[in-house]
């Protein structure tokens, strides 16, 4: 752990939330002094300190350790190329259009690897008029093995369905034009075709 980076970030996120070193020694529980010292390199905060320091400043505690934060680069939008980042304990489904580091429940999650499906039948998609697209699959739906979303993304938008166990798959998404579908479950992964 580099001192004087770890320093770096606090001031900086601390100068960003528009606060004195004694407001912040003060949501921690320590001295003015002690926070000049980390501020200055001289010092790092106590482990005990890095959750507080987290929540104060909306940053993982990996960042206040690497002393940086890593910037993603501006993409042009193509919504067909999100990444997806699903929390094995909650369900909770993260998107993100450039490189992200996601935490969810504890747990630093790694970006879901797009398959091409070679079934057309595992999920059905037809366009019943020229405003909607009818999404249809015969998934068995169990509580061991479910779809846990479908996502429609055209080079400029995502409409996401969440579902749930026990639950059929048989809905109407608006008609948006090309693009693809994309599905998830624990046991097959994140899916997709082209539509």
Known sequence: MDQEKVGRIIRTFRKDKGMTQLELSELLGVTDRAVSKWERGLGCPDVSFLPKLSEIFSIDIRSILE???????????????????????????????????VVC?????????EKKSSDSQELKTERTDSTELYVSSDHCMTK???????CYATSDSILLRKLYPEWGISFNFPWLGHGKILWYSEKEGLKYRLI
Do not use: H, W
């Not at 993260?94 to 580091?101: H, P, S, T």
């Not at 061991?144 to 479908?150: L, V």
């Open 67 to 101: 002393g940086e934060m890593e910037e993603n680069a501006m993409r042009s939008g193509n919504m067909k190329k999100t990444k997806f980042y699903v929390c094995p304990i909650c369900g909770n489904v993260i998107l993100a259009e450039g490189n992200a580091n």
């Open 105 to 113: 429940c504890g747990r630093r999650l790694e970006e879901k690897e």
């Open 144 to 150: 061991e093995d479910y779809i846990s979303f479908i």
